[in-house]
């Protein structure tokens, strides 16, 4: 079975700080690991995902995450967060049969 | 190219009614999965297709929910009769073909947002 946990349903940053969102896995088999993300309104969107070639992985609008299998995590980060930043961020596990598995999400307020 | 399509955008109905819910593959995809986002229960996986098959329906809530494929770049999830309850959103992915690997990217359509009076 897999499973994901999100901590933190809700984040804050102010504009130009670093953002961190946290994603802990569980599962089976060697994973798959995705984050997606969900403006208002809108459906997911893949930001990036792990699929065991580099363990940083660099994905769009300037984030990336870092799989660490010893923690069980893959972890969100970018830099200097922006206005157009603020979304619910999904972080989801697939493998072997399993298709995704999605966390409960974490929504990214920025702060001017 | 145009990415998943979903019908209607939004739908109001009565308790009882029938609802049935539209999706268009992208071109090219195999693999379609239909998902529920409520705010209590996040983002559930209902049913997934691959070549048309359905794979897993296990997390279809009851026997009011059913969902098509008449063809491969077509799916319908009809709710019969609804409940106000099944108020959600509901989105359908396509995958150009999950059963070759897990690690394939699900590109979701914009949802429909559904309301049971």
């Known amino acids: 079975a897999q499973s994901v946990t999100q901590l933190g349903s809700h984040v804050s940053v102010s504009e130009g700080a670093l953002v961190l969102l946290r994603c802990n896995y569980s599962s089976s088999v060697p994973p798959y690991l995705f984050w997606y993300v969900q403006y208002p309104n809108q459906g997911l969107q893949l930001l990036l995902k792990?699929?065991?070639?580099?363990?940083l992985v660099k994905g769009i609008n300037g984030f990336e995450a870092e799989f660490k299998k010893s923690e069980t995590s893959f972890h969100l980060t970018k830099p200097s967060a922006h206005m157009s930043d603020a979304a619910e961020y999904f972080c989801?596990?697939?493998?072997?049969?399993?298709?995704?598995?999605f966390g409960k999400g974490t929504r990214l307020s920025v702060i001017a | 190219d145009a990415g998943v399509i979903q019908s209607p955008r939004h739908e109001v109905t009565e308790m009882g009614q029938e609802v049935t819910l539209r999706c268009k593959l992208i071109?090219?995809?195999?693999?379609l999965f239909w998902y529920r986002q409520t705010m209590m229960r996040g983002l559930e996986l209902l049913i997934y297709?691959?070549?048309?098959?359905?794979?897993?329906d296990s997390g279809m809530p009851e026997d009011r929910f059913s969902a098509k494929m008449p063809n491969a770049s077509f799916s319908t999830l009809k709710i019969q009769p609804s409940e106000p309850r099944d108020s959600a959103v509901y989105f359908c992915?396509?995958?150009?073909?999950?059963?070759?690997?897990?690690?394939?990217?699900?590109?979701f359509g914009p949802g429909t947002r559904l309301l049971v009076l």
């Open positions: 989801a596990v697939s493998g072997g049969n399993t298709p995704l598995v």
């Open positions: 792990y699929t065991s070639a580099a363990t």
């Open positions: 071109s090219g995809h195999n693999s």
């Open positions: 297709f691959n070549n048309n098959v359905p794979i897993d």
């Open positions: 992915a396509s995958s150009p073909n999950w059963a070759g690997g897990a690690q394939e990217t699900q590109y």
